[in-house]
Protein backbone atom coordinates (compact mmCIF):
# COMPACT_ATOMS: atom_id res chain seq x y z
CA UNK A 1 0.00 0.00 0.00
CA UNK A 2 1.30 3.75 -1.24
CA UNK A 3 2.46 5.73 2.06
CA UNK A 4 0.41 9.09 1.51
CA UNK A 5 1.84 12.48 2.75
CA UNK A 6 -0.68 14.98 3.78
CA UNK A 7 -0.17 18.47 2.08
CA UNK A 8 -1.39 21.59 3.44
CA UNK A 9 -4.10 23.57 0.45
CA UNK A 10 -1.53 25.97 -0.15
CA UNK A 11 1.68 23.30 -0.48
CA UNK A 12 4.88 25.17 -1.50
CA UNK A 13 3.51 28.89 -1.76
CA UNK A 14 5.88 30.71 0.31
CA UNK A 15 4.31 33.55 2.23
CA UNK A 16 3.83 37.08 0.05
CA UNK A 17 4.84 40.39 0.87
CA UNK A 18 3.77 43.70 -0.68
CA UNK A 19 3.90 47.12 0.81
CA UNK A 20 4.75 46.16 4.12
CA UNK A 21 1.65 43.48 4.50
CA UNK A 22 2.12 40.27 4.49
CA UNK A 23 -0.32 36.64 2.59
CA UNK A 24 0.54 33.21 4.25
CA UNK A 25 -1.23 30.10 5.22
CA UNK A 26 -1.81 29.61 8.31
CA UNK A 27 -1.36 25.90 10.12
CA UNK A 28 -4.61 25.81 12.75
CA UNK A 29 -4.79 22.02 13.90
CA UNK A 30 -7.97 20.48 14.20
CA UNK A 31 -11.33 22.46 13.10
CA UNK A 32 -14.64 20.75 14.81
CA UNK A 33 -18.17 21.90 13.98
CA UNK A 34 -20.29 22.22 16.60
CA UNK A 35 -24.31 22.27 16.00
CA UNK A 36 -25.95 22.74 19.57
CA UNK A 37 -28.87 20.30 19.57
CA UNK A 38 -32.03 22.11 20.57
CA UNK A 39 -32.71 23.35 24.36
CA UNK A 40 -28.87 21.87 24.56
CA UNK A 41 -27.23 25.01 24.94
CA UNK A 42 -26.67 26.04 28.60
CA UNK A 43 -24.47 22.23 28.44
CA UNK A 44 -23.01 22.78 25.58
CA UNK A 45 -21.92 26.16 27.01
CA UNK A 46 -20.42 24.47 30.36
CA UNK A 47 -18.65 22.22 28.42
CA UNK A 48 -16.87 24.30 25.99
CA UNK A 49 -16.31 27.02 28.69
CA UNK A 50 -18.70 29.58 27.00
CA UNK A 51 -20.10 30.64 23.68
CA UNK A 52 -19.22 33.59 21.37
CA UNK A 53 -21.84 36.18 20.83
CA UNK A 54 -22.72 36.33 17.22
CA UNK A 55 -20.22 37.59 14.85
CA UNK A 56 -17.63 37.54 17.75
CA UNK A 57 -14.75 35.00 18.71
CA UNK A 58 -13.99 33.79 22.09
CA UNK A 59 -10.78 32.17 22.59
CA UNK A 60 -10.42 29.06 20.14
CA UNK A 61 -14.21 29.51 19.42
CA UNK A 62 -15.61 31.19 16.05
CA UNK A 63 -19.17 32.00 15.84
CA UNK A 64 -20.34 30.57 12.57
CA UNK A 65 -24.06 30.49 13.14
CA UNK A 66 -26.86 30.51 15.29
CA UNK A 67 -25.90 27.69 18.04
CA UNK A 68 -23.29 26.88 15.82
CA UNK A 69 -19.22 27.18 16.30
CA UNK A 70 -15.78 26.07 15.14
CA UNK A 71 -13.92 24.99 17.50
CA UNK A 72 -10.11 25.15 16.87
CA UNK A 73 -7.69 22.31 18.54
CA UNK A 74 -9.25 19.50 20.41
CA UNK A 75 -13.14 19.81 20.70
CA UNK A 76 -14.23 18.11 24.67
CA UNK A 77 -17.43 15.43 23.92
CA UNK A 78 -20.38 17.00 23.41
CA UNK A 79 -22.24 13.15 22.88
CA UNK A 80 -25.96 13.97 22.94
CA UNK A 81 -25.81 17.50 23.09
CA UNK A 82 -24.49 18.54 19.71
CA UNK A 83 -23.51 17.45 15.66
CA UNK A 84 -19.81 17.10 15.58
CA UNK A 85 -18.00 17.42 12.95
CA UNK A 86 -14.23 17.22 11.88
CA UNK A 87 -14.05 19.84 8.93
CA UNK A 88 -9.80 20.18 9.21
CA UNK A 89 -9.49 18.47 5.59
CA UNK A 90 -12.38 21.12 4.13
CA UNK A 91 -10.99 24.19 5.00
CA UNK A 92 -7.85 26.25 4.56
CA UNK A 93 -6.75 29.35 6.57
CA UNK A 94 -5.12 32.54 5.01
CA UNK A 95 -3.61 34.73 7.76
CA UNK A 96 -3.01 38.79 6.55
CA UNK A 97 -1.49 41.31 8.69
CA UNK A 98 0.40 44.45 8.12
CA UNK A 99 -0.84 48.59 7.09
CA UNK A 100 -2.47 47.51 4.22
CA UNK A 101 -4.21 44.51 5.20
CA UNK A 102 -7.89 46.29 5.55
CA UNK A 103 -7.51 48.03 2.46
CA UNK A 104 -7.32 44.83 0.40
CA UNK A 105 -9.51 42.98 2.06
CA UNK A 106 -12.57 45.96 1.13
CA UNK A 107 -12.20 45.28 -2.14
CA UNK A 108 -13.04 41.34 -2.04
CA UNK A 109 -15.49 41.66 0.68
CA UNK A 110 -18.82 43.57 1.04
CA UNK A 111 -17.86 44.62 4.58
CA UNK A 112 -16.11 48.17 6.17
CA UNK A 113 -13.26 46.08 7.94
CA UNK A 114 -11.76 49.36 9.29
CA UNK A 115 -10.43 48.50 13.09
CA UNK A 116 -13.69 50.71 14.45
CA UNK A 117 -16.08 49.05 12.36
CA UNK A 118 -14.63 45.33 12.52
CA UNK A 119 -12.38 45.73 15.92
CA UNK A 120 -10.11 42.69 16.64
CA UNK A 121 -11.90 38.91 17.79
CA UNK A 122 -14.97 40.29 15.21
CA UNK A 123 -16.24 37.85 12.69
CA UNK A 124 -18.17 37.27 9.91
CA UNK A 125 -18.94 34.41 7.37
CA UNK A 126 -18.83 36.54 3.89
CA UNK A 127 -18.02 35.71 0.41
CA UNK A 128 -14.42 36.85 -0.41
CA UNK A 129 -15.55 37.37 -4.26
CA UNK A 130 -17.70 34.67 -5.34
CA UNK A 131 -16.41 31.89 -2.42
CA UNK A 132 -17.34 31.81 1.10
CA UNK A 133 -15.45 32.39 3.91
CA UNK A 134 -15.15 33.23 7.50
CA UNK A 135 -13.55 36.33 8.11
CA UNK A 136 -11.73 36.98 11.67
CA UNK A 137 -10.01 40.04 12.61
CA UNK A 138 -6.70 39.49 14.47
CA UNK A 139 -4.43 42.21 16.35
CA UNK A 140 -2.33 42.93 13.42
CA UNK A 141 -4.39 41.62 10.36
CA UNK A 142 -6.94 39.21 9.72
CA UNK A 143 -7.15 35.26 9.63
CA UNK A 144 -9.23 33.89 6.71
CA UNK A 145 -11.07 30.46 6.58
CA UNK A 146 -11.77 29.18 2.81
CA UNK A 147 -12.83 26.02 1.74
CA UNK A 148 -9.92 24.38 0.64
CA UNK A 149 -10.87 23.88 -2.79
CA UNK A 150 -11.00 27.68 -3.10
CA UNK A 151 -7.63 28.68 -1.39
CA UNK A 152 -5.52 28.87 -4.07
CA UNK A 153 -8.10 30.95 -6.17
CA UNK A 154 -8.89 33.48 -2.42
CA UNK A 155 -5.01 33.79 -2.77
CA UNK A 156 -5.20 34.94 -5.87
CA UNK A 157 -7.57 37.18 -5.59
CA UNK A 158 -5.86 39.01 -2.57
CA UNK A 159 -2.75 39.01 -3.99
CA UNK A 160 -4.12 40.89 -6.57
CA UNK A 161 -5.49 43.72 -4.53
CA UNK A 162 -2.48 43.72 -2.58
CA UNK A 163 -0.83 44.43 -6.11
CA UNK A 164 -2.78 47.10 -7.00
CA UNK A 165 -2.91 48.50 -3.66
CA UNK A 166 0.87 48.76 -4.27
CA UNK A 167 0.87 50.33 -7.41
CA UNK A 168 -1.58 52.55 -7.11
CA UNK A 169 0.84 53.95 -3.69
CA UNK A 170 3.97 53.73 -5.92
CA UNK A 171 1.97 55.84 -8.68
CA UNK A 172 1.06 58.74 -6.03
Not at 101 to 120: E, G, T
Not at 128 to 155: C, D, P, V
Amino acid sequence: MPNLIAKSALFGRAPLTLGGTTLAEAQLGPITSVAVFPGKLAKVKKALGGFPAPNTVAGKLIWTGPEQVFVLGDAPDLAGLAAVTDQSGGWAALRLSGPHAADALMRLYPLDLRAAHFPKDTCARAPLGHMQSILIAEETGFLILIFRSMARTAWHEIEAALQALTARAAAV
